[in-house]
């Protein structure tokens, strides 16, 4: 039997380039795991998803974190070495969301050395929200690098520094 392989324009626009398909269906998963952890609160629900044309970035948000904007098309996906999904996008861009709806929250928010991601070392504002990205993506498990020996079997994040 003949193998079909998919051709080269379909995967590109299957990782590459962002649909309002996909767009939708990826804020219905990242917005559910948010919901599940605890991180949806009151206003985020008026948030407004934009899709844009081209970016370098992969996404962001308005200045009074409002609203999010993704670029159908990221020079940042072509160039980086390991891009970021889409749901990495969103769950980031959220994050920023929950935090300018709710930063009481995150008052007092930690800076010790260890990060999620070089991108997090950026600023505190980057720092939270690819926190809160790695927190949503792994369900509350810690990075096995932060685990100490005696704590392996708890893989949950403390998540003491969040105001419930």
């Known amino acids: 039997m003949k193998t079909v392989k998919e051709p080269v324009w379909n995967r590109i626009m299957r990782n590459f380039i ?17 919901q599940r952890m605890g991180l949806w609160v009151s206003g985020m ?20 974190g409002k609203d999010i904007f993704i ?18 996008v969103l769950r980031h861009e959220y994050a920023h969301i929950l935090a300018a709806h709710a930063p009481e929250k995150f008052h007092g928010w930690p800076r010790g ?41 708890s893989t949950r994040l403390n998540s003491s520094h969040v105001s419930q």
Do not use: C, N
């Not at 996909?22 to 998963?29: S, T, V």
């Not at 998803?49 to 081209?54: D, F, G, I, K, Q």
């Not at 505190?124 to 929200?129: I, S, V």
């Open 113 to 153: 050395r260890d990060r999620v991601s070089k991108y997090a070392l950026t600023d505190k504002a980057e720092d939270l929200a690819e926190t809160v990205k790695y927190f949503v993506k792994h369900r509350g498990k810690l990075p096995k690098r932060w685990r100490k020996k005696e704590d392996r079997k």
């Open 45 to 64: 629900e008026d948030t407004q998803v934009y899709l844009t044309p081209v970016h370098i970035w992969y996404g962001w948000v308005t200045t009074k």
């Open 18 to 34: 962002v649909t309002m398909s996909r767009l939708r269906a990826a804020i219905r998963k990242v917005e559910k795991e948010m």
């Open 71 to 88: 670029p159908r098309l990221s020079l940042s996906t072509w160039i980086e070495r390991e891009p970021w999904t889409l749901e990495d």
